[in-house]
């Protein structure tokens, strides 16, 4: 469930949280479903501990994943996570939009690709 690339420049940890995000988002980790402990999680992929709790925890402050002492680290809301991914995404859009727009990139391309995208979808 949980592969990583070590010969990959994105840290461990931001894999991890990646991929937790693609298995939510996915369906596949469904709300309240308990993570693997840090420990089993790190043997498991053999790496330190301390990267695997660094992700938990960085995921934990995003809202991701919730903690319960002495239980374990389970899936927050999936409706919450799927809100603030998609307001994430509209951050990043509006950022290469503005981008775009700063180039003097032609508004009839941009909207020609945002088309082509959705046209995809019903291929």
Do not use: H, W
Request: charged share 30%; glycine share 4%; with cysteine.
């Amino acid at each position: 469930m949980f592969i990583l690339d070590l010969k990959s420049r994105v840290p461990i940890y931001e894999q991890l949280k990646n991929r937790t995000l693609e298995l939510i988002m996915a369906g596949v980790l469904e709300q309240d479903s308990q993570l693997p402990s840090v420990r089993s999680l790190a043997r498991d992929l053999g790496v330190n501990p301390n990267t695997i709790q660094k992700a938990y925890q960085d995921m934990e402050k995003e809202g991701i994943i919730y903690s319960v002492a002495g239980r374990g680290s389970f899936v927050n809301d999936i409706n919450s996570v799927k809100e603030k991914e998609v307001n994430l995404a509209f951050d990043n859009l509006e950022a290469v939009l503005r981008q775009l727009k700063d180039a003097k990139a032609d508004k009839a391309q941009i909207l020609s690709c945002v088309e082509k995208i959705f046209k995809e979808d019903k291929v």
